[in-house]
């Protein structure tokens, strides 16, 4: 998607988000989903509904609707990252794979970099 200028994100949104110097990753600094499975994502409330941050920014940002089933994949693997450029839409048998395949191929990643 097209990238989404930081300035253009809601001051109570932005405020909590520390853009980081190397990766340029939004780093959400609220409160998060917990430590447990599934943990580790920013949770803010939007709307008058809890939700995840980076799904908030990624509507924001004017990213497509997700179809059912669909969740946002972190490319930078960060889980507080909320940067709609670093969000990509995908189902989630396959992004659980690649999760699983990510954390086997690790070091090669980090040597790539
Ligand atoms: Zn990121």
Same mark, same amino acid.
């Given at each position: %998607?097209?990238?989404? /200028?930081?300035?253009?994100?809601? /001051?109570?949104? @932005? @405020? ?10 939004? &780093? ?55 940067? /709609?450029?670093?969000?990509?839409? %995908? ?6 794979? &690649? ?15």
């Amino acid at each position: %998607m097209k990238p989404f /200028p930081f300035d253009d994100l809601p /001051p109570r949104l @932005a @405020a909590l988000i520390a853009i980081h110097p190397g990766g340029g990753c939004w &780093l959400w600094q609220g409160a998060d989903s917990g430590s447990g499975r599934g943990g580790g994502y920013g949770r803010v409330k939007w709307r008058g509904v809890t939700q995840a941050v980076h799904r908030v920014v990624w509507q924001i940002a004017g990213g497509r609707v997700l179809r059912k089933g669909e969740q946002l994949d972190h490319e930078c693997r960060a889980r507080r990252c909320c940067n /709609p450029a670093h969000l990509r839409p %995908m189902f989630q048998p396959r992004n659980m794979k &690649l999760a699983h395949a990510r954390r086997r191929a690790d070091f090669v990643a980090e040597a790539v970099r």
